[in-house]
C-alpha cells in the first residue's frame, strides 16, 4: 500500500486545516492508522491514531481536544481535522499504517511522505 499525505500549508495561530491520507495500492482494511509529527530537531511524536472500523481513536495530550481524526471507507481516506492551531503545532505531519513503537522510535511498515504544517503566531 502506498501512503500520500496533503493538506499542510502556512496559517496563523488559530487557523485550521485539514490533513488527508489516502491509501492506494490495498485498503486500510485491519490496519489501524495514524498521524504522527516531527518538528526540526526533534523526535518523531504521535499525534492521532484510528482503527479502520473507526470505532477507537486516540490523542497525544497536546492535541486534545483541538484535533479530530476521522476515517472515509469509500474514499480509503484518513483525514485530520486540526482546529485553533498553535505555533507549537508546527512540524512536518506523517500518516502511517500499521505502525508499532521500537524503543523510543516509531516504526511503521507503511509511511506517508510527510505534510509540512507551519503555524506561524
Known amino acids: 500500500v502506498q501512503l500520500q499525505a496533503s493538506g499542510g500549508g502556512l496559517v496563523q495561530a488559530g487557523d485550521s486545516l485539514r490533513l488527508s491520507c489516502t491509501a492506494s495500492?490495498?485498503?486500510?482494511?485491519?490496519?489501524?492508522m495514524g498521524w504522527f509529527r516531527q518538528a526540526p530537531g526533534k523526535e518523531r511524536e504521535f499525534v492521532s491514531s484510528i482503527s479502520w472500523k473507526g470505532d477507537h481513536s486516540y490523542y497525544a495530550d497536546s492535541v486534545k481536544g483541538r484535533f479530530t481524526i476521522s476515517f472515509d471507507n469509500g474514499k480509503n481516506t484518513m483525514y485530520l481535522q486540526m482546529n485553533s492551531l498553535k505555533p507549537e503545532d508546527t512540524a512536518v505531519y506523517y500518516c502511517?499504517?500499521?505502525?508499532?513503537?521500537?524503543?523510543?522510535?516509531?516504526?511503521?511498515?507503511?509511511w506517508g511522505q510527510g505534510t509540512l504544517v507551519t503555524v506561524s503566531s
Open positions: 502511517a499504517a500499521d505502525y508499532s513503537k521500537s524503543g523510543s522510535s516509531w516504526i511503521a511498515d507503511y
Open positions: 495500492g490495498r485498503t486500510f482494511r485491519g490496519y489501524t
